[in-house]
DNA sequence: TCGTTCTGTAACTTTAAGGGTTATAGTTAA
DNA sequence: TTAACTATAACCCTTAAAGTTACAGAACGA
């Protein structure tokens, strides 16, 4: 369905930002943790800001930290800011097809319900909820490091 | 990398095959309609056949039909047949990270039960719906054509 | 029974979207 | 003024979906 790691890897970023103790974080950090690069932390970034998720400061000693209190950042939330146009893709239209050029319109409104009916599992789990759930797993196994490296 | 369309494909080959008065089509004809190779076409009704939606006919004058009556045939049924393995896409796990090398099971529980959540939505549309549907939108655009070809 | 027309699949090639990279303008701290 | 950041455009690389070729197996019919 979709091909994008988005909603992974902005979850990961929030976890990362509530979870140190430092309150800025720069891209370089983060992609560090993620294994890629700067520039496409801050692309993904991108979409949460708009979303009022994240924020950012410029310039020297600059970087990121949560816009909202993790308990009000919910995986809804990280859906929509990296949600992708159509829920289910569709092959390109053959005009010559009658079944083929009214799909779209046919698949619309179940599509639709069945995107928004994820909203009442995913609201009420947020990003402090999963952050202590972290925790626990960590204590379980015992490690002897830090959570973010 | 790319997101598969199977969904929506498999959708236009079941009714397709349901408005066809002919009782067998075979692929090249689905094929011509979704302007694809038949070999594409096989190889999805392959995923089709395992869920006993479609069944075929090997040999000269062969071809593909609905193994259920149309109105039991429902978009989760067609879902459940073309679903992918991960719901959410997940980065390869870097290691050295705490949260990557947990986050799939800090995220599994969730993304289970978004993804039954679209159940509810999805099982209440049916082939036969659908297929009515295009009736009615074919007829008021008032086409003079057969609705496949 | 032999040729024709189908399905079923394996193996390979092509294509396009996600993700990585480079470059550079703008911002802020020291 | 320099260094360390973000923001973003423009490109390149990689990989999975989709397309293609090839052929074995099945069934029909002359």
């Known amino acids: ?70 308990e009000n950042i919910s995986l809804w939330d990280i859906y929509l800011a990296t949600r ?17 050029s009214n799909l779209e319109i046919l698949l619309h409104d179940s599509s639709l319900a069945a995107e928004l009916s994820m909203k009442n599992e995913l609201e009420t789990i947020t990003i402090k909820d999963l952050s202590l759930n972290l925790m626990h797993i960590v204590e379980e196994q015992g490690v002897d490091e830090e959570v973010t490296n």
Chains 1, 2 share one sequence.
């Open 1 to 70: 369905m979709k091909a994008s790691t988005n909603y992974s890897k902005a979850t990961h970023i929030c976890i990362y930002l509530n979870i140190k103790e430092k309150e800025l974080i720069n891209s370089a950090e983060l992609a560090e943790s993620i294994k890629t690069n700067p520039v496409v932390i801050r692309r993904l970034i991108g979409l949460l800001k708009s979303h009022e998720i994240i924020a950012s400061i410029s310039g020297a000693n600059g970087g990121f930290y949560l816009k909202r209190e993790p």
């Open 84 to 100: 992708e146009e159509d829920f289910f893709k569709r092959p390109k239209v053959n005009p010559a097809c009658l079944i083929s």
